[in-house]
């Protein structure tokens, strides 16, 4: 391995897993016990937007009784290290890659710590249940607060900053992510067709696109990632 200037690091739930975040399609994943039709798209929300504000409000307060393990400490260490940039693309909407020491984070899927409002369009740090009655800190309507979610059938954040780092980028890692929803299933391939960068793929199991990658790692993200960060680091040094 040559020493990377450029990384992008992909998230998904498997890296908050050892944390005790549930992930979506293990068993006994969130998606085994709730419908995505009901809670997760935009027309859940029309229909019952009590049930899934109580479904949000659920894994909002879960935040604060989990803490980030070696995993996201390693990628901390990454960011601060490493002699040039190392950016955390998450598709999870927890806030773990933060209290674990990474700055520099695109939250594609959208951030449980945050609500926004349907009128203003502001967009608020958010810990407390947010219901239909809560009204909005700046423009005082209600209801007219929803979770800062990317919700299936919604466009994902900054995906155009993304594009541009997927094209720069001299290093791929994908952590804890199965493969399955697009675009964030599409990184590698789009990386692989940019030239010459190498890509990793860190998961317990090999996942739907292992075969676009040029290496892989199975195991736990608290296992292998501190190593993986600890070699990356030594080549900086060599
Ligand atoms: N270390 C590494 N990988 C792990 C670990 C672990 N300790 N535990 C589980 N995994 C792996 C699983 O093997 C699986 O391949 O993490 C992956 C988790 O996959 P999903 O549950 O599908 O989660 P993710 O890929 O993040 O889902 C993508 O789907 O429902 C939407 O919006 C939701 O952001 C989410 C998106």
């Known amino acids: 391995?040559?020493?990377?200037?450029?990384?992008?690091?992909?998230?998904?739930?498997?890296?908050?897993?050892?944390?005790?975040v549930s992930t979506f399609r293990d068993s006994g994943g969130l998606w085994e016990k709730h419908r995505i039709e009901d809670v997760a798209t935009p027309d859940a929300f029309r229909r019952d937007p009590e049930r899934v504000q109580?479904?949000?409000?659920?894994?909002r307060a879960q935040l604060s009784a989990v803490e980030p393990h070696a995993a996201h400490f390693a990628l901390g260490r990454l960011e601060k290290e490493l002699e040039g940039r190392v950016t955390v693309v998450t598709q999870n909407v927890d806030n773990l890659h933060e209290r674990g020491?990474?700055?520099?984070?695109?939250?594609m899927h959208g951030e449980l710590a945050k609500?926004?409002?349907?009128?203003?369009?502001?967009?608020?740090?958010?810990?407390?249940?947010?219901?239909?009655?809560?009204?909005?800190?700046?423009c005082g309507q209600s209801p007219a607060l929803r979770p800062h979610i990317v919700w299936f059938g919604e466009m994902p954040f900054e995906m155009d900053r993304i594009e541009s780092l997927l094209y720069e980028c001299d290093l791929f890692v994908s952590v804890g992510?199965?493969?399955?929803?697009?675009?964030?299933?599409g990184f590698v391939a789009a990386v692989r067709s940019h030239g010459m960068a190498h890509t990793i793929e860190?998961?317990?199991?090999p996942s739907e696109g292992v075969s676009y990658f040029?290496?892989?790692r199975h195991?736990?993200?608290?296992?292998?990632?501190?190593?993986?960060?600890?070699?990356?680091?030594?080549?900086?040094k060599k």
């Open 1 to 20: 391995m040559a020493s990377y200037k450029n990384i992008v690091v992909l998230t998904g739930a498997g890296i908050s897993a050892e944390s005790g």
């Open 54 to 59: 109580n479904f949000y409000n659920l894994r």
């Open 101 to 107: 020491g990474s700055t520099n984070i695109i939250h």
């Open 115 to 138: 609500v926004r409002c349907q009128t203003c369009h502001q967009v608020f740090e958010w810990l407390e249940d947010c219901t239909q009655e809560t009204s909005c800190p700046a």
């Open 177 to 185: 992510t199965s493969g399955n929803v697009y675009p964030a299933a």
């Open 202 to 205: 860190v998961n317990l199991e």
């Open 214 to 216: 040029a290496e892989t």
């Open 219 to 236: 195991g736990k993200a608290g296992e292998l990632l501190p190593e993986l960060v600890e070699e990356l680091l030594t080549l900086r």
